[in-house]
């Protein structure tokens, strides 16, 4: 990175903040985001989440400098960047694929950036080694990439970015090339890095849960533009649509008329059978129900109260049970955890919804 002669002095407060302004970009008739606008807070960890095609991977890129963009404004540490490049901008990326060279050792993977910036070998090869041991690498400097796991081979690549000591540090799917476990265990690594640098991070993925595991803050993309932001417990707990609340962990959505009473509260009513609902995002009018497996509940058929079901198939899975339920109001899933407690000769069942942890959004 260069260092660029008309940046601004920022101050320790704004070290590190990310400021969009209805940034858009088009790609000729496409508009790949549109008027996108949020403010990233220092030392925190924002993770764009979103399907293939929301936008999140062309919002990192600008953020890069690979990406300019057709409108709006970008600030970086209090300094407008929107039309600086990336050798201008004090931030590094590490992108899915890794991108070592596979010619060139850990060690020289590590010091390429500090040695194309004029750093002398000695002290480049000093940083690089510091950097190599906060990933948990110290010694592996003279492997060749081919030589590592993906799993290694992902932290040289994070080892590479943060040797820069950015004020922004950049993550395209991190994650994509690794299996199962392995995803689990360098995630909670990122994660516990990032914390101990305290570096702004922004984190690209389409995997919910990753986002969930890894974040201060989520910004959900749908469309070019954003649909929700904010905590993990909040999105989840709080969707204001039909999108965010399937995105965000799978959820029963059921097509429904939102009643609010005289008193306040707030009635969904699907054909016949009402349900009392705790929140409602929307007004009253058509609308979604939102019933997380965990506002759900099962009963023996003897019971008066609920609404009658018909178990269609359940499927163990470990530690965990998952029912697939016919209803009245529609089919409906189900995850029993206290897999002990299962019965497989259950089939006709009563079905119960919490008031509390259902919410009513926008159809």
């Known amino acids: 990175m260069l260092h660029n002669p008309n940046a601004a002095t920022a101050t320790k407060a704004d070290h590190g903040r990310v400021i969009f302004d209805r940034v858009s970009k088009s790609y000729g008739a496409v508009r790949a985001v549109e008027a996108v606008s949020f403010d990233l807070e220092p030392g925190t960890l924002v ?51 890794y991108a070592l060279f596979p010619h060139m050792t850990v060690m020289g993977n590590v010091t390429y950036g500090l040695r194309m910036s004029g750093m002398k070998n000695a002290e480049a090869r000093s940083k690089a080694e510091q950097a190599l041991e906060i990933v948990g690498l110290a010694g592996y400097g003279e492997r060749l990439p081919s030589e590592l796991s993906g799993g290694q081979q992902q932290r040289v690549a994070v080892a590479r970015a943060v040797v820069l000591q950015p004020e922004v540090l950049l993550l395209d799917e991190p994650l994509s090339n690794l299996d199962a476990k392995l995803r689990r265990q360098v995630r909670d690594e990122i994660r516990a890095l990032q914390q101990r640098l305290g570096v702004t991070t922004v984190y690209v993925t389409h995997d919910q849960e990753e986002a969930m595991a890894v974040s201060d803050r ?63 995002g929307v007004e009253a009018g058509a609308a979604k129900l939102v019933a997380r497996s965990s506002a759900i509940s099962i009963g023996p058929a003897s019971e008066r109260t609920g609404v009658p079901g018909e178990i269609r198939s359940c499927t163990f899975l470990g530690d965990r049970v998952l029912y697939r339920i016919e209803t009245p109001v529609g089919e409906l899933f189900h995850i029993k955890h206290d897999t002990l407690a299962h019965d497989a000769s259950e089939n006709e069942v009563r079905v119960h919804l919490d008031p509390a942890r259902l919410r009513l959004v926008a159809r």
């Open 47 to 97: 993770t764009l989440l979103g399907p293939s095609g929301c936008g999140k991977t062309t919002t990192l890129r600008m953020i890069a400098g690979l990406e300019m963009p057709t409108d709006g404004r970008i600030l970086i540490s209090d300094e407008d960047v929107s039309t600086l490049p990336a050798t201008y901008r004090n931030v590094a990326m590490v992108f899915q694929s």
């Open 218 to 280: 989520i910004v959900i993309m749908q469309g070019g533009c954003i649909a929700q932001d904010g905590t993990a417990m909040e999105l989840y707990e709080q969707p204001r649509t039909a999108f965010v609340a399937s995105f965000m962990g799978d959820a029963n959505l059921l097509d429904c008329e939102a009643l609010r009473s005289s008193d306040g509260s707030w009635v969904a009513m699907i054909g016949d059978h009402q349900f009392p609902v705790a929140a409602s």
